[in-house]
């Protein structure tokens, strides 16, 4: 007998409990083998974009940085973002998660100009409702980048390759964490997935 659509979606959702079980429990490997088999479902069954596949999809790409699969994340991290950003919007909770775990997942591959991009694209976006987080966002970003100079690079809202709506506000910012943080090298070791520590 053949199963039903019915035994079929049961089957996705006791899936989708136990990947979750998993993920809760702390089993990151066995929780990604279930969420990547879910996202492979979902993206048949209900689409690319469907809050399903996107969830399973995020889920993914958490288990993938608690497994430290840096550059098994990145082609996820990347679809997600992007999806992300045209549905959700730049500073929407979800978009700044999967954002925080690109960032973090490209300065563990040492590549650091995309993250600090990154990181002051998704500041910039969280700066008039989470100053706090665009702020220690924005700290990663100044301790990271280099030898670049602090003034925008291209007219006045361009900033290491990030178009952003409040230029001047971050790189006024961007002088006060140079300020309390002189040698940028130094101030790496503290920085988290959740950005700089700030005093």
Not at 39 to 68: A, Q, T
Not at 95 to 108: E, G, N, P, S
Not at 124 to 137: F, I, K
Request: negative net charge.
């Amino acid at each position: 007998m053949e199963p039903t659509v019915s035994d079929t979606g049961e089957v996705i959702e006791e899936i989708e409990a136990e990947a979750a079980s998993l993920l809760a429990a702390g089993d990151y490997e066995q929780a990604l083998a279930e969420f990547s088999v879910l996202r492979e479902i979902r993206s048949r069954r209900e689409g690319p974009y469907s809050v399903r596949y996107l969830s399973d999809l995020h889920n993914c790409v958490r288990c993938m940085s608690h497994l430290e699969l840096w550059a098994d994340s990145m082609p996820l991290c990347s679809e997600l973002h992007g999806k992300y950003v045209n549905t959700h919007g730049p500073g929407e909770a979800d978009t700044v998660d999967v954002a925080k775990h690109w960032a973090w997942a490209l300065v563990h591959l040492h590549d650091y100009p995309p993250a600090v991009r990154l990181w002051l694209m998704t500041a910039d976006a969280l700066w008039d409702v989470d100053p706090d987080q665009a702020r220690r966002l924005l700290g990663a970003a100044v301790v990271h980048r280099g030898d670049a100079p602090a003034g925008p690079s291209t007219g006045q809202t361009l900033i290491d390759g990030a178009q952003l709506a409040h230029s001047r506000d971050v790189l006024d910012a961007i002088d006060a964490v140079l300020a309390t943080n002189p040698d940028p090298l130094t101030a790496r070791a503290s920085v988290t997935i959740d950005g700089l520590a700030l005093a």
